[in-house]
């Protein structure tokens, strides 16, 4: 077990060692069948793996973006959360994106509003509802997602809607966090206007549901995050639900949904059922 944690916490931090294999390891194999490197666009990192559950039939469909500072990240690693929503009947898009410094913001934002049109023009190829597609992400990731939701120009630029959006999931995302207090997140958004970089600052009125969750123990990026980005919404009277998860910090919100960490949070049967009742 102590090797496994260790393993995980090299994963998801920004170490270099990847030794994703050992937690994939640990993660059921039956259940579902995964459609691996599918191209969305023409670069090599646009290419995303689809999670269809077995006997899925015009299932809803998550589109998940990982953290990773928008400096590193693969698909490759998230077999783990792949296999979890795919548990509660969810067809699940895990997208690569192009990252810093081939690109700087917003050009990954863009990559996302490209996968989420293809999933849209493509998913019912693989039994998902295209009338029934979510966004997610975790840290920077969840920035993608919420940046999509909140300023609609991407989706529109892509050839997409956000009408199209059934309703967003953040996890432990940046939506406010101006200044920019490291150097290394400040170059990657050096190429707009710092107010122009913040999701925030887009949510101007109503907008698809949305599920804000949170570890009150993350020191990485700060619960403080989802409560103004909460407050906006609330002031806006756009649905929004929250939850924050005591003794549980920016790793262990999104190592909660993992088959062998799930009595950590229930994070991923507080998802399950913002997807059901947005379905409603």
């Known amino acids: 077990m102590k090797l496994l944690i260790c393993a995980i916490v090299c994963v998801f931090s920004l170490s270099a060692c990847s030794t994703a294999s050992i937690l994939n390891a640990t993660i059921p194999s039956s259940g579902y069948a995964v459609h691996k490197d599918i191209a969305y666009d023409k670069d090599p990192r646009q290419k995303l793996d689809i999670y269809v559950p077995d006997h899925a039939k015009n299932a809803p469909v998550i589109v998940f973006f990982y953290g990773g500072s928008w400096r590193m990240g693969s698909k490759d690693d998230y077999l783990f959360l792949g296999q979890a929503f795919a548990s509660k009947g969810f067809i ?106 913040q999701p925030i600052n887009y949510m101007n009125g109503i907008r698809p549901p949305i599920f804000l969750a949170t570890g009150e123990d993350d020191t990485d990026v700060k619960p403080s995050n989802t409560i103004r980005l909460t407050t906006r919404l609330k002031q806006l009277n756009s649905p929004v639900e929250t939850h924050f998860y005591p003794d549980t910090g920016h790793i262990g919100i999104i190592l909660s949904l993992a088959h062998r960490f799930r009595h950590k949070s229930p994070l991923l049967d507080d998802i399950a059922r913002f997807v059901e009742a947005s379905l409603e």
């Open 92 to 197: 699940t898009v895990i997208a690569d994106y192009r990252l810093y410094p081939q690109v700087h913001f917003p050009q990954f934002v863009e990559d996302g509003a490209s996968a989420f049109h293809w999933v849209h023009q493509h998913i019912a190829s693989y039994h998902g509802n295209k009338n029934a597609v979510f966004l997610a992400g975790h840290s920077a990731g969840g920035f993608i997602a919420m940046m999509l939701t909140a300023d609609t120009h991407y989706l529109k630029q892509a050839g997409a809607n956000i009408s199209w959006v059934k309703g967003t999931i953040g996890i432990a995302g940046p939506y406010d966090f101006l200044p920019f207090t490291d150097p290394k997140i400040a170059a990657v958004f050096s190429n707009t206007k710092d107010a122009d970089t």
